[in-house]
């Protein structure tokens, strides 16, 4: 059975930094490419970054980019998201997820299979 657990979120402040991982059972993040999606209240989901399976490259958000990693760690078959410089406009419920996309799709939520909980980040101004 495929599990996916994100743990991490929390209330900050603006410019403050948080570190958001996600556990992965039943499934190897070697073989998954694994996303962060969020979903701030009456938005629609959206995504904020991935890591390739088949290039091992990470992938951003233009919302993101240059304030969050994401990172792979397979020896802990997890993933990290390292959120800096974080913005009111951060806040959401941020999802973990695994799938398979090919590299056009990777930034939808619907070419991946597996999701987690969700974890919330609330920034305050």
């Known amino acids: 059975q495929v599990q996916l657990v994100e743990t991490g979120g929390g209330l900050v402040q603006a410019g403050d930094s948080l570190t958001l991982s996600c556990v992965a059972t039943?499934?190897?993040?070697?073989?998954?490419?694994l996303g962060w999606f969020r979903q701030a209240p009456g938005q629609a989901r959206e995504f904020v970054a991935a890591?390739?399976?088949?290039?091992?490259?990470?992938y951003y958000a233009d919302s993101v980019k240059g304030r969050f990693t994401v990172s792979r760690d397979r020896a802990k078959n997890t993933i990290t998201l390292q959120a800096n410089s974080l913005k009111p406009e951060d806040t959401a419920v941020y999802y973990c997820?695994?799938?398979?996309?090919?590299?056009?799709?990777?930034?939808?939520?619907?070419?991946?299979?597996?999701w987690g909980q969700g974890t919330r980040i609330t920034v305050s101004s």
């Open positions: 997820a695994a799938g398979r996309p090919i590299l056009s799709s990777l930034r939808y939520d619907t070419s991946y299979g597996y």
């Open positions: 039943g499934l190897s993040v070697s073989d998954f490419t």
């Open positions: 890591f390739n399976r088949n290039n091992g490259r990470p």
